[in-house]
């Protein structure tokens, strides 16, 4: 008689520490992230990509950055499923935000906007690891604000508007950053010098949603 009770206190507890992912993911990764880049020398937060400490001989610890963030997402994305039976949408985004993640670790992306220094600020042809790195990109930098829309959604239609209001706003603002960067890296003379700073304001604020959705269940669960 007391098998089922206790399996599901183990299932919710389980869950509890799936969700928990989430919640750590965001502050872990910028803040890692924030500690490398005012670390390196010629590195400027405001004009080069996060990815960019990827290279160099302290790049392992970017790339350490990418596999743990994309592990946590990816094991959230799982707790979020469990969470939100019946949803399916949003924990694939999130789950495509994790294997973007450990994809962009895995490929180093190529020099941007004259870093590491002595290299030009767009390099004249593109290595198949920089490409593969911008493509595994995708799914972090559409798929989050994808995501906060369609939970955002969602959640209006069941009468939560303040909560809907904050994920499509952190949507907005997000995809605004993201954009705005990835014209500055492509060498756009308006965005190039705030281009690192444009695309830490996405980031903080995509995965600052991430968080705060991550505690929203964890509550609920």
């Given at each position: 008689?007391?098998?089922?009770?206790?399996?599901?206190?183990?299932?919710?507890?389980?869950?509890?520490?799936?969700?928990?992912?989430?919640?750590?993911?965001?502050?872990?990764?910028?803040?890692?992230?924030?500690?490398?880049?005012?670390?390196?020398?010629?590195?400027?937060?405001?004009?080069?990509?996060?990815?960019?400490?990827?290279?160099?001989?302290?790049?392992?610890?970017?790339?350490?950055?990418?596999?743990?963030?994309?592990?946590?997402?990816?094991?959230?994305?799982?707790?979020?499923?469990?969470?939100?039976?019946?949803?399916?949408?949003?924990?694939?985004?999130?789950?495509?935000?994790?294997?973007?993640?450990?994809?962009?670790?895995?490929?180093?992306?190529?020099?941007?906007?004259?870093?590491?220094?002595?290299?030009?600020?767009r390099m004249a042809q593109r290595t198949r690891t920089g490409?593969?790195?911008?493509?595994?990109?995708?799914?972090?930098?559409?798929?989050?604000?994808?995501?906060?829309?369609?939970?955002?959604?969602?959640?209006?239609?069941?009468?939560?508007?303040?909560?809907?209001?904050?994920?499509?706003?952190?949507?907005?603002?997000?995809?605004?950053?993201?954009?705005?960067?990835?014209?500055?890296?492509?060498?756009?003379?308006?965005?190039?010098?705030?281009?690192?700073?444009?695309?830490?304001?996405?980031?903080?604020?995509?995965?600052?949603?991430m968080s705060v959705l991550a505690l929203r269940l964890r509550?609920?669960?």
């Amino acid at each position: 008689m007391s098998v089922q009770p206790v399996r599901s206190r183990h299932s919710q507890a389980t869950t509890r520490v799936l969700l928990d992912c989430g919640v750590l993911m965001g502050p872990l990764f910028v803040g890692t992230a924030l500690v490398a880049g005012a670390t390196r020398a010629a590195y400027s937060p405001r004009r080069h990509p996060v990815s960019a400490l990827a290279q160099g001989e302290s790049g392992w610890v970017q790339t350490a950055n990418f596999f743990v963030a994309g592990t946590l997402t990816c094991l959230f994305a799982v707790g979020a499923r469990r969470a939100l039976p019946g949803m399916t949408t949003l924990p694939l985004l999130l789950g495509g935000t994790g294997f973007g993640l450990l994809g962009a670790g895995a490929f180093v992306t190529d020099p941007v906007s004259g870093y590491p220094p002595d290299v030009p600020d767009r390099m004249a042809q593109r290595t198949r690891t920089g490409v593969a790195h911008e493509l595994f990109s995708v799914p972090v930098l559409l798929g989050l604000p994808v995501a906060a829309v369609t939970h955002g959604m969602q959640r209006a239609r069941r009468g939560q508007r303040r909560w809907a209001a904050y994920c499509i706003a952190s949507a907005a603002v997000s995809l605004i950053g993201f954009l705005g960067s990835g014209a500055g890296f492509g060498g756009a003379k308006r965005y190039v010098n705030w281009a690192g700073l444009l695309q830490r304001v996405g980031i903080v604020t995509a995965f600052g949603w991430m968080s705060v959705l991550a505690l929203r269940l964890r509550r609920a669960a």
